[in-house]
């Protein structure tokens, strides 16, 4: 559990400290061009959640909702890693970073009303979502978790016995 927090807070403290850097520095919509074509810093505030949903709800409502969808989700991750990171060190980053996401933007949540977004990655027009360190540990996290539950699965396919041809 030590593993789970300390990579937690990493998270979080990370996305803290960019999402700050990001404040001081730049005005709201203020684009800097890193890699043209491709990735830009751009000062965003999302009010709904992934890709904008539900930003429509009346503030005080959506605040109760992100807020009560992040605790439970971090009892969630809590109780998972109590039982799966034991089986697997993987399984603590996989959690620790989905926790460490949640609670970043809730932070955001709480203090601005918004999350604070600004990785601007795109090719061409087409430009993915505005996100952020939070955004990416939550993903991060999961693509982790999803591998892992995929080599679980051929390996428990691999160690079931095969079944014995039928005789006709």
């Known amino acids: ?45 999302n009010t709904g ?4 949903m539900l930003s429509g709800m009346p503030p005080l409502w959506r605040q109760i909702f992100f807020i009560s969808i992040a605790a439970v989700a971090l009892v969630a991750l809590v109780v998972m890693q109590r039982k799966m990171g034991k089986e697997n060190s993987w399984y603590t980053l996989s959690f620790a970073c989905i926790g460490g996401g949640a609670v970043g933007n809730v932070i955001d949540r709480v203090l601005y ?34 591998l892992l539950q995929i080599f679980e699965d051929e390996k428990k396919a691999a160690a079931e016995p095969s079944p014995l041809p039928s005789e006709e």
């Open 1 to 45: 559990m030590i593993r789970f927090f300390l990579i937690l807070v990493l998270v979080v403290v990370g996305d803290q400290l960019s999402k700050l850097w990001i404040l001081d520095n730049f005005a709201l919509y203020e684009s800097q061009v890193i890699i043209p074509g491709f990735f830009n810093l751009t000062f965003l505030r």
């Open 49 to 52: 959640a992934a890709f904008g």
């Open 113 to 146: 009303g918004s999350v604070v977004d600004f990785l601007d990655v795109y090719i061409k027009g087409y430009h993915w979502p505005a996100f952020n360190v939070a955004d990416s540990g939550i993903s991060v996290g999961v693509g982790i978790f999803l």
